[in-house]
């Protein structure tokens, strides 16, 4: 078992890591127009696919710090000791929809790149897949502890009664 101290050290630290996660989130958002101008001006055969790939990566993104922002009040439910309610469960569904749609977006951006405008390496092929792979694997293992924590929930009702 973990000491208060401990704890509070680990939410400190935690939280930490979301607000930079989220800070270098935003920083690539802002980034990213710029960024897709300079491959457009290497390579205008893919112009037209500017937008819509941007547009579809600061969605992304987005899902991501959504993902954050839900991380952030989950570590205030343990802080306070109410992760053990049925509010926390809003949160755990709102992480596996983000991570779904994120998901979606890097299957949709992939199968365009492959099978509709035939274009990109191996590289972009592998860093898609890989998100995809990321989104996925977020979603089902959020699942699974939104599993653990309906059965955790349903304990702590049951000994609170108890007691």
């Known amino acids: 078992m973990i000491d208060n101290q401990s704890m509070k050290l680990t939410i400190l630290g935690l939280r930490a890591a979301l607000v930079c996660l989220g800070l270098a989130a935003l920083a690539v958002q802002i980034l990213l127009p710029n960024g897709s101008g300079e491959v457009v001006a290497d390579l205008p055969e893919v112009a037209h696919l500017r937008w819509p790939y941007v547009v579809a990566a600061i969605l992304a993104i987005g899902c991501f710090q959504v993902v954050?922002?839900?991380?952030?009040?989950?570590?205030?439910?343990?802080?306070?000791?109410?992760?053990?309610?049925?509010?926390?469960?809003?949160?755990?569904?709102?992480?596996?929809?983000?991570?779904?749609?994120?998901?979606?977006?890097?299957?949709?951006?992939?199968?365009?790149?492959?099978?509709?405008?035939?274009?990109?390496?191996?590289?972009?092929v592998l860093a898609l897949n890989g998100a995809f792979g990321i989104c996925v694997t977020g979603a089902l293992l959020m699942i699974v502890m939104r599993g653990l924590l309906v059965t955790a929930i349903a304990n702590h009702d049951e000994l609170t009664e108890v007691i």
């Open 68 to 124: 954050l922002v839900m991380m952030w009040r989950l570590v205030g439910l343990v802080a306070r000791g109410e992760i053990f309610n049925r509010g926390s469960l809003p949160l755990v569904n709102t992480i596996i929809a983000a991570c779904g749609v994120a998901a979606v977006l890097c299957l949709g951006v992939t199968a365009d790149m492959l099978w509709i405008e035939n274009i990109g390496g191996p590289p972009m």
